[in-house]
């Protein structure tokens, strides 16, 4: 029965029954046929919804729709992959990834930001398996997202999808960086103008040689690649208006992000081509600054292995006349505390970390001691207040306390 | 000539670097190497993958299976398998740091022709070969370790009555509570257990968490001691020269993770004993994770070898 209390019109009975034709449900007496009461047609959509018999959440429909967020996180993958111009097998894969990251456990639950920084990391792992130079910084800079949030993220993704994602190298990075600088004549004025081909080429030596002074082995790789790319490009042309640029103008011109470690690798690159430029034949002991170097390192990159001979040999002369002087120094000195570390065979490049270590703490003496020694009740009883300290400290709160109420 | 033992003496002389020898002989223009493994397809303004000029970097970029066939290794130490060296080395902590050892006993050790075995095989253990000690000692620096002081505390109360406590509910549900000698932290829950950091060697560690525990029992309640454990130590020493981590990371792939955009030293998980050991570029060495003192020390020992053969010569 579906209402008690509904009687038939036509005969009379009280057996009314639901019924449906078609799609229109209708209360229908069940000895005569009358049509007691109809009711709509149609359902409006939380009708449908809410109305069912079965929550929503309990039915199959939600399984085959995938929710919002996993929608929004897909088209930002596919965008990211039309940035980066990526083919459409790597794009098909970052889906796939991303698809697969979401649904897992690990990535269920978590924030909305992680869940648009997994888009980003699935991008990159893409590129790394297919070994197509992306750096980590391109998509800190595209998703504009924490550069710690993105590694965390990446990390736990790969863990999670058990992908091989082999890192890319620095030289391999070289040449995608370089693509991003606007420096063809149409971009820019005919004199400051650079082929990627030339730049990408003086870049990669200065970046090798950066490699083998030590400046890049521990370092995030953008900013030296910047720098690189700063110094071929004056030194391609070094003239006065080249010249005239710092590294800001220049990237401000060929519209790349500023970087703040940049400058200084720049100065340590000239340092490097400064300690070079030193051996140069022609200058006879010219003394070789920062702001000279740039004309040379046409000539010091051509001849740098002749030139890092003889300043390794040179580096060894001045080392072996200094420690005759100093060897009877240092013999007392070995007396009085642990003496730095590398001091006895300071080589010519080292990593700046080694050249400009930071003071350590004195060590404090480790005592001898057992672990099962007696323990001072003064010692003790220095850690515990006096009740007069006690009492003082919970008036003190309590003033506090009633002060801020009346506030 | 001298030129020629110059040569072999250069600055860049990566040990594991494959095209090392072709480096010194051809000049920059004449080489192209091609960067292999992209299937980059030629859109837009990406260019073919043509890099001139030999590199320690470009040969990095290769992947290990082009190793081994014009190759020259005879700078490589040789590596026998086999058992460690017997360690010479003091067990206890003699407190006093080895930094200055002198390295030129290491270069006059005979050093014989290596055999190319370093690719065909990968041991789960890293091999060393037969040579001396290190001499290097690492320090402790931190040691984690727990107790159950077995009776429930009033944390309100501790932290109301010791000088030394900080307790904010809201924060973290423990106190936190510090002793001067040793220079040590205690976390403190109200379930009873209680965890210690910051001591520089085992018998400090339980000597504070004992003087902890005796405060605790000061206050007023019957805390005992029981199940005193160490679950963790960190050590940390010097290597004295700097180290090639794109090198290590090729070598031990298997071992080591060395992401520069993200953090500035390899991170290389041994295996035995299972420590995980932070080197940094400039030779300091950080080892975590070790249960005993003796597991840091041998994982040093362990490692000390093949950093050797990342040094430049």
Known sequence: ?407 | MDEDSALNDPIANVPVSTLHVQYFDDPIANVSVSISGTDCQCQGDYESSQCSGPSYLSSLSQPEKDVGKDLDLSFLPEETSGNDASNANVTQDSGVFDACRQEESAETDPKKVAMPGASTFCPMTPVTPVAESSGIIPMLQNIVSTVNLACPLDLKSIALQARNAEYNPKRFDAVIMRILEPRTTALIFSSGKMVCTGAKSEELCHLAARKFARVVQKLGFPAKFLDFKIHNMVGSCDVCFPIRLEGLLLDHQQFSSYVPELFPGLIYRMVKPRIVLMIFVSGKVVLTGAKERREIYEAFENIYPILKGFRKQ
Request: charged content about 25%; aromatic content about 4%; glycine content about 4%.
């Open chain 1, 1 to 407: 029965m579906a209402t008690v209390g509904l009687k038939c019109p036509e005969c009379g009975s009280l057996d009314i029954v639901d019924d449906e034709h078609y799609s229109q449900p209708q209360l229908v007496c069940a000895d005569c046929g009358a049509v007691v009461s109809e009711g709509l047609l149609t359902t409006t959509r939380s009708e449908e919804t809410q109305g069912t018999d079965v929550r929503y959440s309990n039915s199959t429909e939600v399984d085959k729709k995938p929710c919002r967020n996993l929608i929004n996180g897909i088209h930002r993958v596919r965008a990211l992959c039309r940035i980066l111009r990526l083919t459409f097998l790597m794009e098909e894969t970052a889906e796939t990834h991303f698809k697969q990251a979401y649904e897992h456990p690990n990535f269920i639950r978590v924030s909305l930001q992680k869940k648009e920084v997994l888009a980003g990391c699935c991008v990159l792992a893409t590129c790394r398996q297919h070994s197509w130079p992306i750096a980590m910084g391109t998509i800190c800079c595209l998703l504009e997202a924490n550069p710690r949030l993105i590694g965390v993220v990446y990390q736990e993704m790969v863990k999670t999808l058990k992908i091989e994602a082999p890192p890319t190298s620095i030289i391999n990075l070289l040449e995608t960086h370089c693509q991003a600088y606007k420096l063809s004549p149409q971009h820019v004025h005919e004199e400051l103008s650079e082929s990627s081909k030339d730049l990408t080429k003086r870049a990669a030596v200065l970046l090798e040689l950066a490699a083998d002074a030590w400046l890049v082995t521990g370092r995030q790789p953008i900013p030296i690649l910047t720098a690189s790319i700063f110094l071929a490009w004056q030194s391609l042309k070094p003239t006065q208006t080249r010249l005239k640029y710092t590294l800001a103008r220049f990237c401000q011109m060929a519209k790349v992000t500023k970087s703040s470690i940049a400058p200084k690798r720049v100065t340590e690159l000239k340092e490097v081509l400064c300690k070079l430029g030193q051996e140069l034949p022609w200058l006879r002991g010219d003394e070789v600054t920062p702001q000279t170097v740039i004309q040379m390192v046409d000539d010091i990159l051509n001849h740098r292995l002749t030139l890092l001979r003889r300043a390794l040999s040179s580096h060894e002369e001045a080392l072996a006349s200094e420690s005759p002087d100093t060897g009877s120094v240092q013999q007392q000195g070995d007396h009085s505390q642990p003496s730095v570390p590398n001091s006895g065979k300071r080589s010519l490049f080292e990593p700046p970390s080694v050249r400009y270590a930071k003071i350590r703490r004195v060590q404090v003496p480790v005592v001898e001691v057992t672990g099962d020694e007696e323990i001072s009740d003064s010692e003790i009883d220095s850690y515990i207040r006096t009740p007069q300290e006690i009492r003082d400290y919970v008036e003190a709160k309590e003033a506090l306390a009633s002060s801020d109420d009346e506030l």
